[in-house]
């Protein structure tokens, strides 16, 4: 198999399927077409690790970003399956139309291309790129039920993440004038391994407030504080598999981009520690988090939040930085995608038995559904931090590695991760127990997603196995 396959089959079949599904008619066909296409994306993506390394123009392949790629392409494969089962039952409620579900099938797999394209990218511009067109596509399939507070969530979402990808394309600018001196004129200065061959001969001053600008803009599409508040609207309003997606693919992307242009900073010794900016950034999203937990009111805005706090707490992660640290995050990011995709799963399930995502009215769910009660159970303890998971031993790295180093940081970091715990145990205990709410029709669509993602945290939190460990430990000791 020629070295550039893997990806070209990456980025071509969700691109072919998205062109399909567009005018296919059958909805129970093209949602047949969506799974099979994220599946063989996932299965083109595995050859990844036994193919060469490539660092052309415009692609590369190297160590960091297959984690990220085979992460995607699995959780969007999972997810898939999950959203033919839910999307069905939509259309047989009359919340959605025939032709909505055509538009959502062919946009699920524009977000599919666009998120793989920015994580293959040699070059920054076609990731910005990128990155801007998963964004587009996501504000339409978070206004999908085309009700008032889907519109005003994806005119919400468009509007802060205009803010964000005008930052991110700022300190893209930036980042070309910086190396244009040293590299010339044309695409030498936008190529990701040519920037960092050359990184030591940058003006780290102009390096250093482009970095600003990359961290604010990208970390609007990461869910960091402050230009955070679209997230737990877009999660509410839109299909529950976009909120899966959104909070399993789409934040690590842009968290990816935020890693290499740490790396590119990391590269050049005259310029700031990018560290603390990540750190303080990533602390101040899990305090927020946290304490908003308690008071939402809504299932799907409550797992939004958690979202924000983990995001957080990855970014902290990455921003104290060391083999530790590193492990750390690339575990709970990991982690974290699979546990809460395998929430939303849940969630979406208990929306549609139940007829209602307000918290209030859904009780008992281990009673009167409990293969649902008690996976949301599994899930909350497991993103809640309880052993055994791969959370527990994510967040057990992060704070004694911090411990170590920061004390007083660490006294505030376990702080947050005590307060959203509280949180999220008081609102599943009302929600999983007690009287049964009313609401008995059985779940629609497979709880297998739900069951495989579970599984893998909760394997990975009492064995790891030794290849995985090497190759984090690598990536770890390559981000710094």
Same mark, same amino acid.
């Given at each position: 198999?020629?070295?550039?396959?893997?990806?070209?089959?990456?980025?071509?079949?969700?691109?072919?399927?998205? @062109?399909?599904?567009?005018?296919?008619?059958?909805?129970?066909?093209?949602?047949?077409?969506?799974?099979?296409?994220?599946?063989?994306?996932?299965?083109?993506?595995?050859?990844?690790?036994?193919?060469?390394?490539?660092?052309?123009?415009?692609?590369? @392949?190297?160590?960091?970003?297959?984690?990220?790629?085979?992460?995607?392409?699995?959780?969007?494969?999972?997810?898939?399956?999950?959203?033919?089962?839910?999307?069905?039952?939509?259309?047989?409620?009359?919340?959605?139309?025939?032709?909505?579900?055509?538009?959502?099938?062919?946009? %699920?797999?524009?977000?599919?291309?666009?998120?793989?394209?920015?994580?293959?990218?040699?070059?920054? &511009?076609?990731?910005?790129?990128?990155?801007?067109?998963?964004?587009?596509?996501?504000?339409?399939?978070? &206004?999908?039920?085309?009700?008032?507070?889907?519109? $005003?969530?994806?005119?919400?979402?468009?509007?802060?993440?205009?803010?964000?990808?005008?930052?991110?394309?700022?300190?893209?600018?930036?980042?070309?004038?910086?190396?244009?001196?040293?590299?010339? $004129?044309?695409?030498?200065?936008?190529?990701?391994?040519?920037?960092?061959?050359?990184?030591?001969?940058?003006?780290?001053?102009?390096?250093?407030?482009?970095?600003?600008?990359?961290?604010?803009?990208? =970390?609007?599409?990461?869910?960091?504080?402050?230009?955070?508040?679209?997230?737990?609207?877009?999660?509410? $309003? &839109?299909?529950?598999?976009?909120?899966?997606?959104?909070?399993?693919?789409?934040?690590?992307?842009?968290?990816?981009?935020?890693?290499?242009?740490?790396?590119?900073?990391?590269?050049?010794?005259?310029?700031?520690?990018?560290?603390?900016?990540?750190?303080?950034?990533?602390?101040?999203?899990?305090?927020?988090? &946290?304490?908003?937990? %308690?008071?939402?009111?809504?299932?799907?805005?409550?797992?939004?939040?958690?979202?924000?706090?983990?995001?957080?707490?990855?970014?902290?992660?990455?921003?104290?930085?060391?083999?530790?640290?590193?492990?750390?995050?690339?575990?709970?990011?990991?982690?974290?995608?699979?546990?809460?995709?395998?929430?939303?799963?849940? @969630? =979406?399930?208990?929306?549609?038995?139940?007829?209602?995502?307000?918290?209030?009215?859904?009780?008992?769910?281990?009673?009167?559904?409990?293969?649902?009660?008690?996976?949301?159970?599994?899930?909350?303890?497991?993103?809640?931090?309880?052993?055994?998971?791969?959370?527990?031993?994510?967040?057990?790295?992060?704070?004694?590695?911090?411990?170590?180093?920061?004390?007083?940081?660490?006294?505030?970091?376990?702080?947050?991760?005590?307060?959203?715990?509280?949180?999220?145990?008081?609102?599943?205990?009302?929600?999983?127990?007690?009287?049964?709410?009313? =609401?008995?029709?059985?779940?629609?669509?497979?709880?297998?997603?739900?069951?495989?993602?579970?599984?893998?945290?909760? @394997?990975?939190?009492?064995?790891?196995?030794?290849?995985?460990?090497?190759?984090?430990?690598?990536?770890?000791?390559?981000?710094?």
């Amino acid at each position: 198999m020629p070295s550039l396959d893997p990806v070209a089959f990456i980025l071509g079949i969700p691109v072919l399927a998205a @062109v399909l599904l567009a005018f296919m008619p059958s909805y129970r066909m093209a949602a047949r077409v969506n799974v099979a296409a994220a599946g063989a994306t996932f299965l083109c993506a595995l050859f990844l690790f036994t193919a060469p390394r490539v660092r052309g123009p415009f692609i590369i @392949v190297d160590d960091l970003n297959i984690v990220f790629v085979v992460l995607n392409t699995f959780v969007a494969f999972t997810t898939s399956i999950f959203s033919a089962g839910y999307i069905a039952h939509e259309l047989e409620i009359g919340r959605l139309t025939p032709l909505h579900l055509r538009f959502y099938h062919a946009m %699920y797999q524009a977000l599919l291309a666009a998120m793989n394209l920015a994580l293959v990218s040699n070059n920054l &511009g076609v990731m910005w790129v990128a990155i801007e067109v998963a964004t587009l596509t996501t504000v339409l399939m978070v &206004g999908l039920y085309r009700t008032e507070a889907a519109i $005003e969530a994806a005119w919400k979402y468009f509007m802060l993440g205009s803010v964000g990808i005008a930052l991110a394309l700022f300190g893209t600018i930036l980042v070309y004038m910086v190396a244009q001196p040293v590299v010339g $004129e044309g695409a030498q200065g936008m190529i990701w391994s040519v920037l960092m061959r050359r990184a030591r001969d940058f003006d780290p001053a102009l390096l250093n407030v482009a970095f600003v600008f990359l961290l604010l803009g990208y =970390g609007t599409k990461v869910g960091l504080v402050p230009l955070h508040a679209w997230l737990p609207d877009a999660h509410s $309003e &839109g299909p529950t598999p976009i909120s899966a997606v959104l909070s399993g693919l789409m934040l690590n992307v842009a968290l990816y981009a935020v890693l290499r242009f740490k790396l590119l900073m990391a590269a050049h010794p005259g310029t700031i520690a990018p560290g603390p900016l990540m750190m303080a950034m990533g602390l101040a999203s899990l305090l927020l988090a &946290g304490f908003m937990l %308690y008071r939402r009111r809504d299932i799907k805005r409550l797992f939004a939040y958690s979202s924000i706090e983990h995001m957080g707490i990855i970014a902290f992660a990455f921003g104290i930085g060391g083999p530790v640290a590193n492990f750390a995050g690339l575990l709970h990011m990991t982690m974290h995608s699979l546990t809460k995709s395998a929430i939303f799963f849940a @969630v =979406g399930h208990i929306c549609q038995v139940k007829g209602t995502q307000e918290l209030g009215r859904i009780h008992g769910l281990t009673t009167s559904h409990p293969a649902l009660g008690w996976g949301l159970v599994v899930g909350v303890a497991a993103i809640a931090g309880l052993p055994p998971s791969g959370v527990f031993l994510s967040e057990f790295l992060l704070v004694t590695s911090t411990f170590a180093r920061m004390p007083v940081v660490a006294v505030l970091l376990a702080a947050g991760l005590l307060v959203a715990f509280g949180a999220l145990m008081l609102k599943l205990s009302g929600i999983a127990f007690g009287a049964p709410s009313p =609401g008995s029709e059985p779940a629609h669509g497979s709880l297998l997603p739900m069951i495989v993602h579970l599984a893998l945290v909760l @394997v990975a939190g009492l064995y790891l196995p030794p290849p995985l460990v090497a190759w984090f430990r690598h990536i770890a000791g390559l981000l710094g």
